[in-house]
Each structure stands twice: as structure tokens, then as C-alpha cells.
């Protein structure tokens, strides 16, 4: 079984930074894309950033320049650099990635981290 799992969620003030990170593990052949999904109270899931296998990036608008998403495909972890955070990033963060398993090549979800921008 294969579980993503973040963290690196938390309170921080506006203009502040955060780092998420996520770890894949379980019974993993490949992971191709990576990526950072984010949902606030009665809004949709939308995508934050997204990396490839060959570190192909692309990014949110409303993250551009503020945001940067990496991985380490060694350890199966992606990251999200969040730095000048605004009130507007407040989400539940979500991990993703398209992994290659025993079972089945499909998506993979982590279970959420929270980050709250707010004075």
C-alpha cells in the first residue's frame, strides 16, 4: 500500500515562509509527477505547483515568484517553499503524486496539512 504523507503545516504571519514536505512510501516502482494541490473552505481543490520525473515545473499564477516546488527522488519526498505568504494562501495543502505500484499506476493523495496565514 502506498501512503503520502505531509507536513510542515502551521500558523505563520503574513510575509512569513513555510516549507512542506512530502514522503511517499510503500510499494513504489516510479513516481512520475509530483505536486502540491490546495483547498480552502468551500472553494475547489486547485493546483499549487507541479514537478515531473525530470524536474519540469509549473506553477499556480497566484504563486509565481513566491513559490518553488522541488524533489528528491532518492528519498520519494517532494517539497513546497512558500515564502511571502499572503492571507490568500490559507488552504489545506495536499500532496500528489502519479506513482508506478504493484497494484496499479494511478494518483496518489497525502491527507492534508493546514497552513493559516493570518496576523
Known amino acids: 500500500q502506498v501512503q503520502l504523507v505531509e507536513s510542515g503545516g502551521g500558523l505563520v504571519q503574513p510575509g512569513g515562509s513555510l516549507r512542506l514536505s512530502c514522503a511517499a512510501s510503500g510499494s513504489i516502482f516510479n513516481i512520475y509527477a509530483m505536486g502540491w494541490y490546495r483547498q480552502a473552505p468551500g472553494k475547489q481543490r486547485d493546483l499549487v505547483a507541479r514537478?515531473?520525473?525530470?524536474?519540469?515545473?509549473n506553477y499556480a499564477d497566484s504563486v509565481k515568484g513566491r513559490f518553488t516546488i522541488s524533489r528528491d527522488n532518492a528519498k520519494n519526498m517532494v517539497y513546497l517553499q512558500m515564502n511571502s505568504l499572503k492571507p490568500e494562501d490559507t488552504a489545506v495543502y495536499y500532496c500528489?503524486?502519479?506513482?508506478?505500484?504493484?497494484?496499479?499506476?494511478?494518483?496518489?493523495w497525502g491527507q492534508g496539512t493546514q497552513v493559516t496565514v493570518s496576523s
Open positions: 500528489y503524486a502519479y506513482i508506478n505500484t504493484a497494484r496499479r499506476i494511478g494518483d496518489y
Open positions: 514537478i515531473t520525473s525530470g524536474d519540469s515545473t
